[in-house]
């Protein structure tokens, strides 16, 4: 039996990073987003965001890819919005997501951050966090092309 112990910090937004998610709503989505991956064995630990913006912390198993996850994660939760009615337009996620592995020793810390995300987003947007992202994290940003 291969023992896995690989945790991931990912974040995705609404489409076109529009500010959907009131907090009339935002919790029901967020705990169905973390109800939802544990019913499909996501080994999720915390699940919270802000108005435009999820950020969730959780393990991977052996046989579980990044790529995977996400698409459980996003795809399913899209479609419960939808279907409880929750925006009065169709509600998409953006295609992009970030995800970075987290060292056991910075578990806690991440975790506390993503509990925080409302205070947190009283002193700084999402766009500078994005920004601060790409820069601490190295990653290059390509434009996503439009699907329509």
């Known amino acids: 039996m291969p023992f896995v112990k690989i945790w991931v910090h990912a974040v995705w937004t609404t489409k076109n990073k529009e500010t959907l998610l009131a907090k009339t709503i935002r919790q029901a989505v967020f705990e169905h987003i973390h109800q939802n991956a544990l019913n499909k064995d996501i080994l999720m630990d915390i ?45 998409q996620w953006q295609d992009e997501y970030f995800a970075v592995s987290v060292s056991e020793s910075q578990v806690n810390t991440v975790r506390k951050y993503i509990q925080i995300q409302e205070e947190h987003h009283k002193k700084k947007t999402f766009m500078q966090e994005y920004e601060e992202f790409i820069q601490k994290y190295g990653f290059q940003v390509f434009q996503e092309k439009d699907s329509g």
Do not use: A, P
Request: with cysteine; hydrophobic share 35%.
């Open 47 to 91: 699940v919270n965001g802000y108005s435009e913006h999820v950020h969730c912390l959780f393990r991977l198993k052996n046989d579980q890819t990044i790529s995977k996850v996400m698409q459980l994660i996003k795809g399913e939760s899209s479609f419960w919005i939808n279907q409880q009615k929750l925006m009065k337009s169709k509600f």
